[in-house]
């Protein structure tokens, strides 16, 4: 079974949004610096212009800096999905896993990964005092303990978590794992 590679996308699902807002908040800042004769420094003007500037872009730049590398934000194989970030990989191999299940959070949407309970425990027992916290956090908001964000991806999130179940079905039934 080949492996599915999915990337963020620059300016598909929610990120716009984030982008639209930044580009507000530069308009916001220019209409203050011309507005009031104690913000026109030119050192004021250019680093508030580079702060917001970066922050308009930076969704898109890590979007193309992704594809640059050639490094997907999720690769589902056959016996495993890995998850990539800018500084953090999750890895979740489909013999701990029970499900995939699709979770929405206001306007994001998320794909909660349902542990099998001997995973679940070693994961809770695992973690640092803060790390269980936060997944005692997670179980009460969405059921699980950890998911994968699906908003701003090349796939839908829909059609995402179906390939994920679809693979962890196929995974299941030629290695008779649970």
Known sequence: MNEVRIYHTPWGGKIWWAVLLSLGFVGLYMWLIIDDPALRGDWMFWC???FFGIMALFFPLVALWERLLGRPAIVVMADKVVCTALWKRS????????????????????ISVHFVNREEQRKLQDASRMGRAVRRLNIGMVGAQ???????????PQALCDLLNERLDNYKQNYGKT
């Open 48 to 50: 508030g212009l580079l």
């Open 91 to 110: 890895e979740y191999r489909f013999d701990e896993v029970m499900r995939f299940k699709m979770t929405q959070m206001g306007v994001q949407e998320f």
């Open 146 to 156: 950890e998911s994968i964000a699906a908003s701003g991806l090349t796939m839908k």
